[in-house]
């Protein structure tokens, strides 16, 4: 299947590592030119030279404080300086859930709240914001939002309100930006085997459907699908990517 990707222009949040990585790759084999914007310098050229050596594509990279407005809009201007525009937006830009104990809901505080909703929430509607102009202006564009399974289960009270609070807003989002041919849509990542898992992590059962954990390669194939024309029958929607939920229904 060609994905209509050849020569189409994607940013991608969060992109020198993780999930953000494998996406921008797969987007660069698929025939996008790509900017990847994080916080790390040195791992975004490290980055950069690595997607373009696998791809042959024309990759970007840029520095990204996702807490800071400023800091956002250079970035994204820089971006399309580069690109030549923007049609598609992946946000990835947040921490990771799952890498450390979460709370008890008497251990959360303002302050980690509000830093988690800055970033991953408001950070990513402050990207789309700065994104969808451009995409608006040639009528056509796809903006990808990657939240967590948190937002479908208990466990941490911060997971869950962040990764819904991303959902609702995508939802928003595709409402509004329909009439201008910008599908909008949230995908859930579960636990997800990057260049940061262990050996003895990746290797113990999982409790998803597939019995294995589910490797961000694998969400960037989602994620690439989604980001291409073929992908025009699901817009508002979230798409969880973490290899089934037992027993779960949801409609």
């Known amino acids: 299947m060609d994905l209509e990707l050849t020569g189409k222009r994607a940013l991608v949040t969060g992109g020198s590592r993780g999930i953000g990585k494998a996406i921008a790759m797969e987007l660069a084999r ?3 030119d790509v900017a990847i914007a994080a ?6 050229d490290a980055t950069v030279a690595e997607i373009a050596a696998a791809s042959g594509r024309k990759i970007f990279g840029t520095t990204l404080d996702a807490a800071d407005a400023s800091s956002i809009t250079e970035m994204v201007r820089a971006s399309a300086e580069a690109l030549g525009g923007i049609d598609i937006l992946v946000n990835a830009a947040a921490r990771p859930g799952g890498q450390a104990p979460a709370p008890r809901w008497d251990g959360v505080t303002e302050e980690s709240l509000f830093e988690e909703l800055q970033v991953k929430v408001l950070g990513y509607l402050r990207v789309a914001q700065a994104s969808a102009p451009f995409m608006i202006e040639q009528g056509w564009g796809r903006i990808i939002n990657i939240s967590g399974m948190a937002a479908r289960q ?10 819904v609070a991303v959902s609702a807003m995508s939802k928003n989002l595709a ?5 201008h ?18 050996a003895e992590a990746a290797a113990r059962p999982a409790t998803n459907l597939v019995g294995r954990m589910i490797d961000a390669t694998e969400v960037a194939y989602v994620v690439t699908f989604l980001a291409s024309p073929k992908s025009i029958a699901i817009d508002g929607d979230t798409i969880a990517a973490g290899g089934g939920v037992p027993r779960a229904i949801h409609y």
């Open 30 to 32: 698929e025939g996008a």
């Open 39 to 44: 916080r790390d310098q040195a791992r975004i």
């Open 154 to 163: 208990t466990g941490s009270v911060i997971g869950s309100i962040r990764n």
């Open 175 to 179: 409402d509004e930006l329909a009439p």
């Open 181 to 198: 041919g910008i599908n909008v849509v949230t995908v859930h990542p579960g636990t997800t085997r990057t260049e940061a898992t262990s």
